[in-house]
């Protein structure tokens, strides 16, 4: 018997009368033994798999310390934390943000009946989140997800999420996007060959988050692109370097395997980035606003600026849909040129 990925699945070959028949099967201690029909991955192995994992509940499974009973949104959010739908989730840091939300409404409501929860329960947990829309509106896609997921494996027969609306939020336009002055002032603060104007460049010269920039080091450098897998998607992108980058890291020292470090030679956590990234940006007199998503979007605008399209905005920067981008553009579809070649 060789024991498989998924969470208490085994499977066996089964040659009895002369065939080689793969067999797969739910065995936890102190369980009856299921059988799983199918193969992992087919929707009607993933609905036994769930149901199995749901619904066995003596002995019940430990989360922190609470025991887990079936029927319950505890044993509704062990087995979407189990299924196939999260595992799948490319980016270590969305999965690790679902969990996080998913636990915590669990460890407020988990002993209770999945069955019991009503429409009128959710709106008003919502309407408890309104202080901060942003992440009210996360927590309410993240449980019409889950509550989708109950029904599509019969946890439950209806969705008492389907139409509520996410909390409308004034438009604020994100991030503030640098200016051309923003971009002078800083750079003739802070001199090429500093780790200041390294950052600085990367983030404007990539179009790439933070989590990103702080990674990159002289090994993602090759045939003149910045070869880029982003943290948040996935994605793999190639830059062209542009010129100006290129002079930068020619004029700064670098003997770690990323460019940036801290003082103590380690690098950089994304949230340590930020926070060192704003004091530079004091030291230049620079409004609190600036930030390295700003430059971000300020690649983004230039690359608008000299004619992208937002296809190939997209392809620099890494965004996954063209709503964002197309801020940047007027036409998805004009002849263009990359600024840096």
């Known amino acids: 018997?060789?024991?498989i990925k998924l969470k208490f699945v085994h499977a066996w070959i089964d040659k009895r009368r002369g065939g080689a028949k793969a067999r797969f099967w739910f065995r936890r201690r102190g369980h009856k033994p299921v059988p799983l029909p199918g193969l992992p991955g087919s929707a009607e192995f993933n609905k036994a798999y769930a149901e199995a994992l749901a619904g066995q509940s003596a002995p019940p499974i430990a989360i922190g310390a609470k025991r887990i009973k079936a029927?319950?949104?505890?044993a509704l959010a062990i087995a979407y934390l189990h299924s196939p739908e999260f595992v799948s989730i490319p980016s270590p840091i969305t999965k690790a943000t679902y969990r996080n939300i998913i636990e915590?409404?669990?460890?407020g409501h988990g002993d209770k009946p999945l069955a019991d929860l009503e429409r009128k329960h959710i709106k008003a947990m919502l309407a408890g989140k309104a202080a901060t829309p942003a992440a009210a509106n996360l927590w309410l896609r993240l449980l019409k997800k889950l509550m989708r997921f109950a029904v599509e494996e019969s946890l439950r027969a209806d969705d008492p999420a389907v139409g509520i609306a996410k909390i409308k939020t004034r438009a604020t336009g994100g991030f503030h996007t640098w200016t051309e002055e923003e971009i002078a002032q800083f750079e003739a603060h802070h001199a090429i060959?500093?780790?200041?104007?390294?950052?600085?460049?990367?983030?404007l010269y990539t179009a790439q988050r933070r989590s990103d920039v702080i990674r990159m080091g002289p090994q993602h450098i090759r045939n003149g692109l910045v070869r880029v897998k982003q943290a948040k998607t996935g994605a793999e992108l190639s830059i062209p370097v542009h010129p100006h980058l290129l002079a930068i890291l020619d004029a700064t020292p670098c003997g770690h395997l990323t460019f940036l470090v801290t003082q103590y030679g380690k690098?950089?956590?994304?949230?340590?980035f930020t926070l060192r990234f704003r004091e530079w940006c004091d030291e230049t007199g620079l409004p609190k606003g600036c930030s390295p998503h700003g430059l971000r979007k300020a690649a983004c605008r230039r690359l608008a600026e000299a004619g992208c399209s937002a296809n190939v905005i997209a392809s620099i920067s890494g965004h996954v849909t063209l709503a964002e981008v197309q801020r940047y553009t007027k036409a998805a579809d004009q002849d263009f040129h990359y600024p840096w070649i």
Not at 71 to 74: N, V
Not at 104 to 107: E, Q, Y
Not at 196 to 202: D, H, I, Y
């Open 1 to 3: 018997m060789t024991t």
């Open 71 to 74: 029927g319950t949104i505890d």
């Open 104 to 107: 915590a409404f669990a460890r």
């Open 193 to 203: 060959g500093t780790r200041e104007r390294l950052a600085f460049a990367l983030c």
């Open 267 to 272: 690098p950089f956590s994304a949230a340590g």
